[in-house]
C-alpha cells in the first residue's frame, strides 16, 4: 500500500517536470515582423550590425540583380523600418532576377557609408535562400567591412619659430589664393603649445588637417600690436611638413632646426601633482657603471619645459647610449619631502609620463 501511495504522490512532479522539458521558441524584438508580407514578392529583413543608423544608405546584391553592380541603383535600396530600428526590408519581385537566377545563388548587403559585408572572420558574405514570393525571411548581417579597417592616424604637421623676438607674444596668419585662412583671420592664431629648451624659446602651431598640403604664406605678428614679419619660410610654403623658423629681434626670420632632435632620448614628464615646487628625475639601473643615471639623489632638473594650455611636460634628457637598458625612473620633487614610486623605462624610444600625487603611469605622446 506505501509504494502505491508514494507512486501517485510523484506524478504531480513528473507533470511537472515534463512541462518544463517542452521546448519553446523565443523571439526576439529585434525578430519581430517590421514590414506586411505581400503575396507577389519576396520579403527580405535584414538584421544589421550594431552601430548602423537610420541614414545610411544599404543595398542588396547578388547573383540575381548583377552583383555590385546593384550598388546605387534605387530599386535595390533597402527601406528602414520605422517599427523596428535594427530592420532593413525589400520586397523582391523573381520576374525582374537575371535570367536563371534565384536567391539560392547567394546574395550580400552593402551599406553606402561602411563597405560591403564580412563575416565573422572578415571575408565576403553570401547568403542563400530558397525562398517563393509571399514569404518573409529574416537576415542577420554578421560585419560591415569598416569594422575590420585598421583606422589610420592623420599626419600633424607643425609650424615651429623660435621666438627671438622680444615681443610680449607671438600670433601666427596663415593666408592663400583662393584658400581660406588656415589659422583664422587676423591677427591669425596664438600657439598651440610652448617649448623652452635652455635660453631658446619655441611656439608651435598645428596645421589644421583640412589644410594639409595647400600652399600658404605665413606672417608672424606680435597679436596684432603694431609689429609684423612677412612672408616668413618665403614667398609661399606647401603646409605638407615640419617648418622650423626663427623670427629675429631686427623683425627678420631665418632658418632653424627642429628643437625635439638633439641627439638625445627625451623624457616628458606631466605635471599632475599638487606639490607646487620644481621637479626632478632620478634613474637608477642594476648594472651599469652609471648606476646614477641623472646624478646623485634627488637627480636632474629639467633640460627644458613645454607648455601646453594649463598643462605643463618637464623634459629630462637621456644620453643615446643607454639605449636598450631598463632604468628605474622616480619623480620627486627635488628632494624636498616628495616622490614617486619607481617606473621602469626600457630605453627604446621618448618616455611620457604622467606624474600624479601617488605614480607616474605612461601616455600617449603630444608631440
Known sequence: MKKILYFLTMLPVLAFLGACTEKEEIVFDHEQPAFDIRDNAILIEAIMPQGTVAEDIIYIAGAFN??????????????HSTIIPEK?????????????????????????????????????????????????????????????????????????????????????YAWGDGVAEAFGAWPGALPAGTMTIGDAVWHYWDVPEEFIGLTYHLIANNNNNGTQVDDVGGSGIALDGEYFFAVNSDNTWTDASDPTDRGMFSIYVKDATSWGTAMNLYGWADGLADTDIFGGWPGAEPAGILSIGDDLYYIFDLEESHEGATINLIVNNNGVNAQLPDYAYTVDGDCWLNAADDAATEIEPVL
Open 66 to 79: 548583377g552583383g555590385d553592380a546593384a550598388v546605387g541603383n534605387p530599386q535595390w535600396q533597402m527601406e
Open 88 to 172: 532593413w526590408g525589400i520586397y523582391l519581385d523573381p520576374s525582374t532576377f537575371v535570367e536563371g537566377t534565384s536567391l539560392a545563388d547567394g546574395f550580400w548587403f552593402v551599406s553606402e557609408e561602411d563597405g560591403a559585408e564580412k563575416n565573422v572572420f572578415g571575408e565576403p558574405a553570401l547568403h542563400t535562400l530558397d525562398a517563393g514570393v509571399g514569404t518573409r525571411n529574416n537576415v542577420y548581417v554578421d560585419r560591415w567591412a569598416s569594422f575590420f579597417e585598421v583606422p589610420t592616424e592623420e599626419p600633424v604637421y607643425r609650424i615651429w619659430i623660435q621666438d627671438n623676438s622680444g615681443w610680449d607674444e607671438m600670433a601666427l
